[in-house]
């Protein structure tokens, strides 16, 4: 079975600073991959993902992902965060096998502030 | 509907009461997933359902959690003689089949238990 691993549970940031949120995956076979982002009291909402292809991928919200096969890492960047960026972000990647459910890390808080 | 739509938003209960969860997905989308996400948690796995059939019920905790669909529509999850450690939120999502598409999540109901 896949698995990701975020190793920040919070990232305090400054308003118009970049910022960088790890997401590391384990797997010997092709993989999609996901980051979805949840607001205080909301549901998740897909940032971006990786299917194939480029291995720079953009999303939402002026948020992008680089897929690296050598560090099976994808992770989150963003040039200039917003407050209103704050918010959990997830890394996801799907089980694998005949089941399609995803496997989701564990989160990153993103604090912004002022 | 546009969304993922679950009812109720929020729902308190006393402790050993029956609750049901409904989660209507978005039309077309067969594969329809139950999460659980306990407070300051990431999401926990419960039930993934392909049509009106339930391939993987691994993430179930225990037999008083169960889960229905009718047809490719709406879904209940029931919980009998609930506990204080099934408070959470529970998350309902949809999608095409295939790992390639990612979730529509709909915005969860708050259940708490007392």
């Known amino acids: 079975a896949q698995s990701v691993t975020q190793l920040d549970s919070q990232v305090p940031v400054f308003e118009e600073a970049p910022v960088e949120l790890r997401c590391n995956y384990s797997s010997s076979v092709s993989v999609y991959l996901f980051w979805y982002v949840q607001y205080p009291n909301q549901g998740l909402q897909l940032l971006l993902k990786y299917l194939s292809g480029s291995t720079l991928v953009k999303g939402i919200n002026g948020f992008e992902a680089e897929f690296n096969k050598s560090q099976t890492s994808f992770h989150l960047r963003k040039p200039s965060v917003h407050i209103s960026d704050t918010a959990e972000y997830f890394c996801a990647v799907p089980h694998g096998g005949a089941t399609n459910k995803l496997i989701f890390g564990t989160g990153t808080l993103l604090a912004v502030q002022p | 509907g546009a969304g993922v739509s679950q009812s109720p938003s929020n729902k308190v209960t006393e402790k050993g009461k029956d609750v049901e969860l409904r989660c209507d997905p978005i039309?077309?989308?067969?594969?329809l997933y139950w999460y659980r996400q306990r407070l300051g948690q990431g999401l926990e796995f419960l039930i993934y359902f392909q049509g009106n059939s339930a391939p993987d019920k691994s993430g179930l905790p225990s037999d008083r959690f169960s889960a229905e669909r009718t047809g490719e529509s709406v879904s209940t999850l029931t919980i009998q003689r609930t506990q204080q450690e099934d408070s959470a939120v529970y998350l309902c999502a949809s999608s095409f089949p295939g790992q390639g598409f990612g979730y529509t999540f709909g915005s969860g109901t708050r259940l708490t238990v007392v």
């Open positions: 039309s077309g989308h067969t594969a």
